[in-house]
């Protein structure tokens, strides 16, 4: 399957900045699952491109003069393979993805509930789709309802969010257990200009035999083919696609805009 992509990102400040620096998480991995054909990105300052620890393609961009807005595009085709949703190991042990993070850390409750849903089930496949289907159960998807700070203790016990908090409540859980899990930020595909491109997932680690399989734990399905994958990492901050430091702007807006079609006729 093929995805064309285009991802526009406008920073806008009420007083000039004087310096910037953004990490950016714009490139698609270099998996099994996927390759990109083509890619562009386009933004101001100067752009020094690096493969982080957890195997991402980053982009460290400074902008050293004043600038009162940041513009970034980046666009272009990915091919994804079905590979039954096995994923690349990276270059950490899935130990790696074992240890709490601020975003991720369980809290009593968190624990409660990871343990009775997977009470009693085995099968390691069964266990990360019961452990999805308890989380979507759970936290309902709601937009607007959350923040891109707020922790898995706190979706949780508002019981509403969105995909991103879907992954951290599951990846709380699923550590709590014993069980590695990844954040994986990224783009879906799905047929409907109306939903939201720009998404998040997880990886979960079921073994040595079956290893990292990738779950949309907001839709409840394993996420391949139609899925484009970005960063993996802890939790949102290692993967967010846009994420940096300023000083000075005063107040920030920021306005997103993704497109995925199957088509480049389809994206106009």
């Given at each position: ?78 091919e994804t393979a079905d590979?039954e949703g096995r994923q ?137 083919r139609s899925y484009c ?40």
């Open positions: 399957m093929q995805l064309h992509i285009r991802h526009e990102t406008r920073y806008r400040y009420d007083r000039p900045v004087k310096y910037s620096v953004q990490s950016l998480h714009l490139t698609p991995r270099r998996d099994a699952s996927q390759r990109a054909l083509t890619w562009n990105i386009s933004a101001p300052g100067r752009r020094l491109e690096q493969v982080d620890a957890y195997g991402n393609i980053s982009h460290l961009l400074t902008i050293e003069e004043p600038h009162r807005e940041i513009h970034i595009v980046v666009s272009g085709v990915v590979i690349d190991d990276g270059p950490l042990s899935p130990l790696a993805y074992l240890a709490p993070t601020l975003l991720t850390a369980p809290n009593e409750d968190l624990k409660a509930f990871a343990n009775a849903t997977l009470n009693g089930i085995n099968d390691p496949r069964e266990r990360a789709r019961a452990l999805a289907d308890a989380v979507c159960t759970a936290v309902r998807y709601k937009p607007g309802t959350s923040d891109v700070q707020d922790s898995a203790a706190v979706a949780f016990k508002s019981g509403e969010g969105v995909c991103q908090d879907h992954a951290h409540v599951y990846l709380a859980s699923a550590r709590s257990v014993g069980i590695p899990a990844r954040y994986v930020s990224g783009y879906l595909y799905t047929g409907d200009t109306d939903d939201a491109a720009s998404h998040a997932w997880v990886d979960v680690w079921l073994g040595t035999e079956i290893g990292w399989q990738s779950l949309d734990v907001t839709h409840k399905r394993p996420a391949i994958r970005l960063a993996v990492g802890r939790d949102y901050l290692d993967a967010a696609p846009v994420r940096g430091v300023r000083q000075g702007g005063g107040g920030e807006k920021m306005e997103a805009n993704v497109l995925v079609a199957e088509s480049a006729r389809e994206q106009q």
